[in-house]
Structure formats: C-alpha cells, structure tokens
Nanobody, 124 residues
Framework: QVQLVESGGGLVQAGASLRLSCAASARTFSSYAMGWSRQAPGKVREFIAAIKRGGGGSTYYGDSVKGRFTISRDNAKNTVDLQMNSLEPEDAAVYYC????????????????WGQGTQVTVSS
C-alpha cells in the first residue's frame, strides 16, 4: 500500500507560479512512475504530467500545460513536485498525485494509487 499526500495548493493571481509537492510512503519509491492530474468542478479529470520510474526521469505532459508546468522527482526524499508557472484561471482545480508501477497507467489516469488532492485557485 502506498500513501500519497499532496501539499502546496492555494490561491494565487493569474500569471503567478505555484509549486505542488507529493510525499509518498512507498519503500521502493523509485520503482513507481508518478504523475499529476486535476479536476475542476463540473469537468472530467484531466491528465497533467507524468514522470517515469528510476533516476532518468523521462517526462510527459498534457497539451494544456506544456511549456508552463514541470514535473520532477526526488527519489531520496520520496517526493514528486509540480512546478506551475504562468498560471491561468483555467488551471484552477483540485490537483491529484498518482503512483503506478506502469507509466501508461499514469497517463490514462488509472494508477494504482491516488492522493487526496490539493486545491489550486487562480484569480483573474
């Protein structure tokens, strides 16, 4: 069982930056692909970013955040971060951390584990 705890959400103005962090309880954290998805009220959950397991850190992003968001991981700290720049009101949502032994399951949003989510609000 892996527990994921997100942090770093909050209220920011459009154009600002915010960094989310997800702490994982997995003893073999580096074995898991990690990622982020988000869900705004009344909308379906949307894939945001994924990073492969291991130390290489190959990444993949959803089209709506390419060039603005960056995912990274620290295997020594069991954390995965999401740096969000140039935030827009459309980025407001609950952001969820995900973990899976299979990278593709992060991308298609069927991971083995989800966090509880952290709220991001962007004012215009």
């Amino acid at each position: 069982q892996v527990q994921l705890v997100e942090s770093g959400g909050g209220l920011v103005q459009a154009g600002a930056s915010l960094r989310l962090s997800c702490a994982a309880s997995a003893r073999t954290f580096s074995s898991y692909a990690m990622g982020w998805s988000r869900q705004a009220p009344g909308k379906v959950r949307e894939f945001i970013a994924a990073i492969k397991r291991g130390g290489g850190g190959s990444t993949y992003y959803g089209d709506s955040v390419k060039g603005r968001f960056t995912i990274s991981r620290d295997n020594a700290k069991n954390t995965v971060d999401l740096q969000m720049n140039s935030l827009e009101p459309e980025d407001a949502a609950v952001y969820y951390c995900a973990a899976s032994l299979t990278f593709q399951k992060i991308v298609v949003m069927t991971p083995q584990y989800w966090g509880q989510g952290t709220q991001v609000t962007v004012s215009s």
